[in-house]
């Protein structure tokens, strides 16, 4: 008996697989990364202050432990980008969601960054390893 590839998938309920597919990808990144994470200790000390309501919007969590701060924006689509590379702590700006996404780069290597972000996933703070060229990377911003 044969059985078709798609008989294990999960049931698709309308929501758009990418985000899905790309968040697999990104953990099976962190595996290859074997350096260290280089956080600044204004970083470290910022991540740990966070309320519960910053980690409900990315632009807010952003702003509370950058070093970096961008001019006010009502929504992470509308963050200005005047970088092209990344640096640690700088905002990487991404194309996610309706209202745009933001990270603050924690780790950099030839080929990936790795980002500390809030509300990717709704009221939560996690890390993802995102490859540097890949193209839901719009920009940074750092100073």
């Known amino acids: ?22 968040q697999i990808k990104a953990q099976e990144i ?11 200790e204004e970083l470290l000390e910022a991540s740990k202050k966070v309320s ?15 070093p970096f701060q961008p001019p006010i924006m009502p929504y992470a689509r509308d ?18 969601g309706n209202l745009g996404h933001l990270g603050i780069v924690i780790q950099i290597t030839e080929d990936l960054v790795r980002i500390d972000e809030a509300n990717f996933e709704p009221c939560k703070r996690q890390r993802r390893v995102l490859e540097r060229d890949d193209p839901i990377i719009i920009g940074y911003y750092w100073e």
């Open 52 to 66: 519960d309501y910053t980690l409900c919007s990315c632009v807010a969590y952003a702003r509370s432990i950058s």
């Open 1 to 22: 008996m044969s059985t078709s590839p798609t008989a294990f998938a999960p049931e698709n309920k309308g929501l758009p697989i990418e985000p899905f597919i790309r």
């Open 79 to 96: 963050m200005l980008v005047n970088q092209t590379e990344p640096k640690i702590g700088a905002w990487v700006k991404l194309r996610e």
């Open 30 to 40: 962190i595996k290859e990364i074997n350096e260290p994470v280089i956080q600044t």
